[in-house]
């Protein structure tokens, strides 16, 4: 039986980012399904008592160093935005509204991209259109899908689901009751899904 | 030139002991010196205005299992301590001691595994003497310098040079001004003090 990771993610999240650039070869190496999950990072950290990391000045400095190794790493572009954090509700429903059409790592990768390597603001009409366009989507239909009370709602109960997991930051990948916390627990969690070789 | 990797940690975090574990390793695959130095990692959360990652419930919740994980993940034995955070200024100071006499590596892993695998107060008479005499010194002296003026200002000294480098957590690896901080970040350490393969 095929097993599924839960990727909890959201797009205002720098390591998000980074974990999201990795899921093709993620489900690639572990044969697993890896099933996107939109969330509200803001949500998860108030409902944990959790903070950014962020807030630390030694921290944040060390951070924009640490986030360029790994994209180096991966081989991905990064550039810092000119606004952080921004506000990522509406880009958040965006990709809620994009499940529903089998569309969500197309329009979340685009998001990540828009916000990570563009500096556009992933929540405005402009970027959540384009994101749509370039997966196919109709751009105007899944903006306006962001104000639909059953997406709102499917946000909102993503990120009570993750928090009732134990989910207290992002990403967050879940395997059953199992959680991995961050774009460095990819290589832990690879390793837990290998088949055990037994002599 | 060989290049030099200072090592700082705090005997009390459990993400220390697992990277001191792989500091022999570490100083082969990269070829460079790895110098222990011990530094209070109380001292550096407070300068940094920084907090325990354990404040966080959620996140203590899951910091247990993804701890183990490494321990699995390494083959090193690892065993939560019936108490927890411990007070490790005199664990340190003997570190510190044991530095004057080229034994720090051997006393620092005896104190790391005192705690970390056997439950033992780091900074106990018992442990320092144990540790101390594995390393082949006198254990009374090593303990008896513990409250040696110059022993507590090195200790102070190492705190603030920490600090004053970019610190704010435990360990953190310096590479001349590139600090990685984290047992997770062991990988782009290496990674970034390998030879460049250019074409």
Redesign the interface.
């Known amino acids: 039986m095929q097993r599924t990771i839960d990727f909890f993610y959201d797009i205002g999240s720098p390591y998000s980012y980074l974990a999201a650039t990795q899921v093709p070869r993620l489900a690639e190496r572990t044969g697993a399904a890896v099933v996107w999950r939109p969330f509200l990072l803001g949500g998860v950290f108030k409902a944990?008592?959790?903070d950014m990391p962020a807030r630390?000045?030694?921290?944040a400095?060390?951070m924009l160093?640490?986030l360029s190794?790994?994209a180096k790493?991966y081989g991905v572009p990064f550039v810092f935005p000119p606004f952080f954090p921004p506000n990522t509700v509406r880009a958040m429903r965006a990709c809620v509204a994009a499940s529903r059409h089998g569309r969500v790592a197309e329009v979340s990768l685009a998001l990540f991209r828009a916000y990570w390597c563009e500096g556009h603001d992933p929540s405005g009409e402009a970027a959540i259109r384009a994101a749509a366009e370039g997966a196919g989507l109709d751009g105007g239909a899944l903006f306006a899908a962001t104000d639909e009370p059953a997406v709102k709602d499917g946000l909102r109960a993503a990120t009570e689901e993750a928090?009732a997991r134990?989910?207290?930051?992002a990403p967050s990948f879940f395997v059953g009751d199992?959680?991995f916390?961050?774009n460095?627990?990819i290589e832990?969690l690879v390793?837990?899904l290998a088949p055990a070789t037994g002599a």
Chains 1, 2 share one sequence.
Do not use: I, Q, T
């Open positions: 944990a008592g959790n630390v000045p030694a921290k400095r060390w160093e640490d190794r790994w790493h928090v134990g989910a207290f930051g199992a959680l916390w961050g460095d627990r832990l390793e837990s």
